[in-house]
């Protein structure tokens, strides 16, 4: 899954393919490839790693055509190659795929029987096979595709071209993104805006559920069951820049808001509600190690420490297996105690930071089992650890990591659950019950996120504190700590994170009418200790920030400002305890005039020690 782009109309397709894919290199990818139809049929070419590759095999191997297809691959199913590439070819038909297929493999199993010969490890090319076959004597492209994705399990966005029709593209989605651009004597179509929005600023933005048929006059918009669809198109007033920023003032705010897509990406295809299991295949290598495991080590830095302290939580109650969390920059250092039963669970957005890299290589000496979550594929990293649990949250710009955690916790929640059920100690209606809850995560999210300009409002009044405090307990208190770090690295506004238990012990001296008290009051079992230590701050006349997924009048008699998230069990309210206060160290930045997205002395990779 990655960058998916389309075109019809008088220019030799390849150049605007590449044209466009180029504007898509921000989301990352591993390998891209284009096709092209002329008089002597469809071409494709494809190869592994940067656009520059592809563009050095056009010019030993040229493309021609007016009307072609181009995508960047981000590994999902099947490695970074060649054959793996995109786009897709089944006869007389290639197609480009964003999105994960859940049933492929019975899709696939059938094909075969039938006589198909599948030449890659992808589920995209299932598709291709599948519309090639529906493409019989006196049947539309369109309605080949109609017919094939009414088989299809799972999110996507595919684009399709064939032999039988060399006039059109036909694409259709569920859940993924696709626009179509439209021009004067061409169309284009592509997974974002800015990879077209150098042809056109007219867009049409396609909805689930729904199949465009495009030439280089008309674009035809009808749903699954073949109803017409009608839309107006949108100008699109941006630059280039905000453009790629989906419109959004800056990265940030828009990688907050992409994270319900984020976490579906990551959940995709790795949900066996079913059986109450987790398919993780990249764990197969390390599988009877694992089951053989009596410790686990979390290690990390920044806001991936947060992260593990999270995965510490969820590891413990559904493993039951003795957890520690430590900073990776201090257990390199410490000499620690890990041999052939502990499992090194390594957390890293980039892949490449330097502590935690050193970390991995300390334990890979004692002979522990190393696993990593990280979110760049073929990372340093990633290359080190003995098995690897992407996340897909995709490129993040901005340097204050928010997709990036979120999806870590969904990583580590899915870890904790396999792990369970490997070592048996999860059994099948507890996992269908976590399993069950983390798959409607994303839209817990999407639900949250409207609380926005209530935070907004919120950071005006504050924005002008020289101090924050952040109390949480249980599994929320890292998100105390992660709110804390948010505020700091994007406003300089101290902030800290602590316990709200421990605020008697030292913290309560600060407090006074100048300062605010953000905290985590999720509905669970120690909702009525932690708003006993807020009757603490409240006596002292500080200025309580409440998030809660649930009112009650206790706590509006006691704050100043009640933010209210949705409700999930304990276990998952991190996430949704997590949205307000990303928004709210965005907004107090926006306030006080800060470089949000490139804050002063951070940087995205940490790559020295």
Not at 11 to 35: F, Q
Not at 86 to 93: I, K, L, T
Not at 250 to 262: G, N, S, T, V
Request: charged residues 25%; contains cysteine; negative net charge.
């Amino acid at each position: 899954m990655c960058g998916i782009v389309g075109y019809v109309g008088p220019r030799e397709a390849s150049d605007v393919l590449i044209s466009a894919l180029k504007r898509l290199e921000y989301r990352g990818y591993d390998s891209a490839g284009v096709a092209a139809l002329d008089g002597d049929g469809i071409q494709v070419r494809r190869c592994v790693g940067k656009l520059g590759n592809l563009e050095k095999l056009l010019v030993q191997t040229p493309l021609a055509g007016s009307i072609g297809i181009g995508h960047t691959r981000w590994a999902t199913h099947g490695r970074p190659s060649e054959e793996n590439a995109h786009p897709h070819r089944a006869g007389r038909v290639v197609l480009i795929h964003n999105g994960i297929i859940e049933n492929y493999l019975e899709l696939r199993s059938e094909l075969v029987k039938r006589g198909r010969k599948i030449l890659s490890e992808t589920d995209s090319e299932v598709i291709a096979h599948l519309i090639d076959e529906e493409l019989r004597p006196g049947t539309s492209l369109v309605e080949a595709t109609r017919r094939a994705v009414g088989r299809l399990h799972g999110s996507f966005s595919i684009v399709v071209m064939s032999e039988t029709e060399r006039d059109r593209l036909v694409a259709a989605k569920t859940a993924t993104p696709i626009v179509i651009g439209l021009g004067e004597n061409e169309n284009l179509i592509a997974s974002d805006i800015p990879a077209i929005l150098e042809y056109t600023r007219d867009m049409l933005f396609l909805e689930d559920g729904e199949i465009a048929e495009v030439t280089r006059d008309s674009v035809t918009l009808s749903d699954f069951a073949g109803q017409p669809r009608s839309r107006k198109s949108r100008r699109v007033t941006w630059d280039a820049v905000t453009a790629q920023k989906g419109g959004f003032k800056h990265f940030l705010l828009k990688e907050i808001h992409e994270q319900p897509q984020a976490l579906i990406d990551t959940l995709r295809g790795r949900i066996r509600l079913e059986s109450g299991d987790v398919h993780l295949a990249e764990l197969d290598p390390i599988g009877e190690r694992l089951e053989r495991v009596e410790r686990v080590t979390l290690t990390a830095c920044g806001t991936a420490w947060h992260s593990a302290l999270i995965g510490k939580f969820f590891l413990n109650q559904l493993t039951r297996l003795p957890v520690e969390v430590d900073y990776a920059s201090e257990l390199r250092y410490r000499n620690p105690v890990l041999g052939e039963r502990d499992l090194l669970v390594v957390v890293s957005q980039s892949g490449e930071t330097a502590d935690t890299l050193g970390a991995l290589e300390e334990a890979k000496r004692a002979g522990a089992t190393t696993l990593a979550i990280c979110n760049v594929v073929d990372s340093s990293i990633a290359r080190r650890a003995d098995a690897v649990v992407y996340t897909h949250a995709g490129p993040e710009i901005s340097v204050a990591s928010t997709k990036a955690f979120t999806t870590q916790l969904a990583a580590f929640l899915l870890l904790a659950v396999s792990l369970g059920r490997r070592l048996r100690r999860l059994d099948d209606e507890q996992a269908r019950s976590v399993l069950a809850q983390l798959r409607n995560i994303p839209q817990v999210i999407e639900q949250a996120l409207p609380i926005e300009q209530q935070v907004a409002h919120i950071a005006r009044k504050y924005s002008q504190a020289r101090d924050f405090l952040y109390l949480g307990r249980g599994i929320n208190y890292p998100i105390a700590l992660e709110g804390a770090l948010k505020l700091k690295e994007l406003s300089y506004i101290h902030a800290e994170g602590y316990p709200a238990g421990e605020m008697k012990h030292g913290p309560i001296a600060l407090i006074t009418e100048a300062l605010p008290v953000v905290v985590l009051l999720p509905h669970d079992e120690v909702y009525a200790k932690t708003l006993s230590n807020l009757k603490e701050v409240e006596s002292r006349g500080g200025k309580i920030i409440a998030v809660t997924d649930q009112r009650s009048d206790d706590l509006e008699q006691m704050a100043a400002d009640l933010l209210l998230v949705p409700a999930t069990s304990a276990l998952l309210s991190p996430f949704p305890m997590t949205i307000p206060l990303q928004l709210l160290a965005y907004y107090v930045a926006v306030e006080r005039g800060s470089d949000v997205d490139q804050p002063r002395n951070l940087a995205k990779s940490v790559t020295v020690e």
